[in-house]
């Protein structure tokens, strides 16, 4: 006889009291109980609350808050009626320009405690509209039987299961506010349990979705995703494997494209790494632009250059720039975006500058002024050749604020150059990632 399996009655949520003394770089509240460090999600520095406990760990805990007994005054009502259960969003909770002030101390704080860095001037932060901002996302999609209908959105908080949601206020409207559509639409096709999720990519004056199959489409679904298109106004693609897969439902597309400053039109793909928030990137390469104050007489090297954001804005002020990334196919297209805007003076490498580029023929090179754009790892790896490059000047620009204080050190304490400014650019209103920018000046 078969044992019977001695299954574990799920014993009830344990809560406590907790009193909130300051903010994680997360955007989680910090208390400590029981002389342990507990990490709250939705609580807010000052307030006084009830958490029930999603972990316990030896030396830290964390938990979710389940009522606020004293609430903070800079606690607002999230604007979204699904920011309870949908992770998309992690700080609606608190009033937007609080946002910007608790990034800018999680800014300061990382350089403190990891750089040992306080005499700098801080740069007024980038800001822009909290609502409607993001131009880029994957949307996951799953056919949920229980509930009658196909999910399209975000993950539940600390959760891998899809949040059932209408629609999303950060998410630029032409998307935003047509999630049910696309749930009615996905509900409609035969391969509705094969679609895992739609990547979404806006430009100035078109939406591209990017569907995910599992299976190929019957004719019958195509009828109906051509019908979607023509009467949303989008352009769809379809992807069965890899990035090379992505092909248009139907006909040549047009390419996606949007303005930058000094008359640069950006052209891209429905899939490449664009930034999510359209408006901050231009005031961002306008900050670069101001900061780096280039003339004909400077010779500047852009890092992990991606499609030539920064390169083809400089390169129309130069003397010259030499764009540098570690996808060849992103390379390809740079050279195509340098061409489509008349820029003969700025060249474009391949390298991994995560590893040795000592042999690279750019490295040859004098450059007085540098402009880093790494991704969440940093850019440690390239940092002592700057000194030997002769750049008097280096703009990084950050997705993490860890790393950036990180390099900071290097720069400040082992190559001897001297951190004057830095800021936060909030390219993700209501979320806790912190985007910032730093000039280092020798």
């Known amino acids: 006889m078969a044992r019977r399996r001695n299954r574990r009655k799920k014993l009830p949520p344990e809560t406590a009291n907790a009193c909130i003394e300051s903010m994680a770089h997360d955007g989680r509240g910090i208390a400590h109980v029981d002389e342990k460090a507990v990490f709250i999600a939705g609580a807010l520095p000052g307030e006084e609350v009830v958490f029930e406990y999603s972990k316990k760990k030896k030396d830290f805990a964390e938990g979710r808050v389940t009522e606020v007994l004293k609430a903070s005054a800079d606690r607002v009502d999230p604007g979204c009626e699904h920011y309870a259960i949908c992770g998309g969003c992690s700080l609606q909770h608190l009033d937007p320009e609080k946002q910007i002030l608790a990034k800018q101390s999680i800014l300061i704080n990382q ?220 390379i390809k297209r740079a050279k195509k975006n340098a061409d489509k805007n008349g820029i003969n003076n700025a060249s474009f490498y391949t390298a991994n500058l995560m590893e040795e580029v000592a042999d690279e023929p750019w490295t040859k090179q004098k450059y007085n002024k540098v402009l880093i754009d790494p991704p969440r790892l940093g850019a440690k790896e390239i940092l002592h050749y700057l000194p030997t490059w002769g750049a008097e000047h280096v703009l990084y620009i950050s997705c993490n604020p860890s790393t950036l204080a990180r390099d900071a050190a290097i720069l400040v304490n082992e190559l001897g150059y001297t951190m004057k400014r830095a800021g936060v650019m909030d390219m993700f209103p209501h979320t806790s990632h912190v985007e910032s920018i730093a000039l280092f000046v020798k």
């Not at 999630?179 to 996905?186: K, V």
Request: glycine residues 8%; proline residues 5%.
């Open 111 to 330: 350089f403190k405690s990891i750089a040992k860095l306080e005499n700098f001037e801080l740069w007024p932060a980038l800001t822009g509209p909290f609502l409607g901002y993001r131009h880029r996302a994957r949307l996951g999609v799953k056919d949920v039987i229980k509930k009658g209908r196909v999910l399209v959105g975000f993950r539940e908080k600390a959760s891998p299961f899809l949040a059932e949601i209408e629609s999303c206020e950060v998410l630029h409207p032409s998307v935003g506010k047509r999630l049910m559509d696309l749930s009615a639409l996905i509900g409609g096709l035969t391969i509705k349990d094969k679609i895992p999720q739609i990547e979404v990519s806006i430009c100035d004056n078109r939406t591209a979705l990017v569907f995910r199959i599992l299976e190929p489409l019957s004719d019958d679904d195509i009828a109906i995703l051509s019908a979607f298109e023509l009467s949303a106004e989008v352009d769809i693609y379809t992807q069965s494997k890899g990035p090379d897969t992505i092909a248009p439902l139907s006909g040549e597309k047009p390419a996606l494209s949007y303005a930058l400053p000094n008359d640069v039109t950006l052209y891209f793909g429905p899939s490449d790494f664009v930034q999510v928030n359209v408006e901050i990137n231009r005031k961002m390469i306008n900050r670069a632009l101001q900061t780096l104050d280039l003339n004909e007489n400077d010779n500047v090297l852009d890092l992990f250059c991606g499609l030539g954001n920064f390169t083809l804005p400089m390169a129309k002020v130069a003397g010259h720039v030499t764009g540098v990334e570690g996808s060849e196919d992103l």
